[in-house]
T-cell receptor
Framework: RKEVEQDPGPFNVPEGATVAFNCTYS??????FFWYRQDCRKEPKLLMS???SGNEDGRFTAQLNRASQYISLLIRDSKLSDSATYLC???????????FGTGTRLLVSP | EAGVAQSPRYKIIEKRQSVAFWCNPISGHATLYWYQQILGQGPKLLIQFQNNGVVDDSQLPKDRFSAERLKGVDSTLKIQPAKLEDSAVYLCASSLNSQDIQYFGAGTRLSVL
């Protein structure tokens, strides 16, 4: 079983739609959680951190459920520029290593 | 502020050849990482340096991969000899310390024929 699992997609949505991505992690000792965005043939960039209380950044909302070991990302009012791969990432204790999921690809169409 | 610099951007080699990648992290960043990203997968950590010391190289195939960060700044990653399955993007990242945000370079895309 992979340590971080995501639905690879692709998710095809029209502009203005709301889309949600889910992610599960297997290591209960994971201490920090993130969503990264990776455009085609580009490097990953931090989109947002994920907190137990939930957090919002504009059209993006991230949620963490430690009991279920589940992370989500909600994108409201999708834009063409949101088309990218969204990587679910956890940081474990010890060496503080980041473990990436395979990513979920989002395609927003006009 | 300059980002993480990597070179070359692309490299094509034949199997059993050697190849080296170079990374210059953001100035002042003590922690440097090398990741391998195979097509369709997320990045996988190969090695983590804290200054010029290795913190974690548990996923580095040490029979063919090596990395160094001699002066605690620039780093090189070498593959010798390359195999077909080494075809991937090699990403370098750096952070102020191991708990800080990691910033990635544009990567080196390696094709092994």
């Amino acid at each position: 079983r992979k340590e971080v699992e995501q639905d690879p997609g692709p998710f095809n949505v029209p502009e203005g739609a709301t889309v949600a991505f889910n992610c599960t992690y297997s290591n209960s000792a994971s201490q920090s959680f993130f969503w990264y965005r990776q455009d085609c043939r580009k490097e990953p960039k931090l989109l947002m951190s994920v907190y137990s209380s939930g957090n919002e950044d504009g059209r993006f909302t991230a949620q963490l459920n430690r009991a279920s070991q589940y992370i989500s990302l909600l994108i409201r009012d999708s834009k063409l520029s949101d088309s990218a791969t969204y990587l679910c990432v956890v940081r474990n204790t010890g060496f503080q290593k980041l473990v990436f999921g395979t990513g979920t690809r989002l395609l927003v169409s006009p | 502020e300059a980002g993480v610099a990597q070179s070359p951007r692309y490299k094509i080699i034949e199997k059993r050849q050697s190849v080296a990648f170079w990374c210059n992290p953001i100035s002042g960043h003590a922690t440097l990482y090398w990741y391998q990203q195979i097509l369709g997968q997320g990045p996988k950590l190969l090695i983590q340096f804290q200054n010029n010391g290795v913190v974690d190289d548990s996923q580095l195939p040490k029979d063919r991969f090596s990395a160094e960060r001699l002066k605690g700044v620039d780093s090189t990653l070498k593959i010798q000899p390359a195999k077909l399955e080494d075809s991937a993007v090699y990403l370098c990242a750096s952070s102020l310390n191991s708990q800080d945000i990691q910033y990635f370079g544009a990567g080196t895309r390696l094709s092994v024929l």
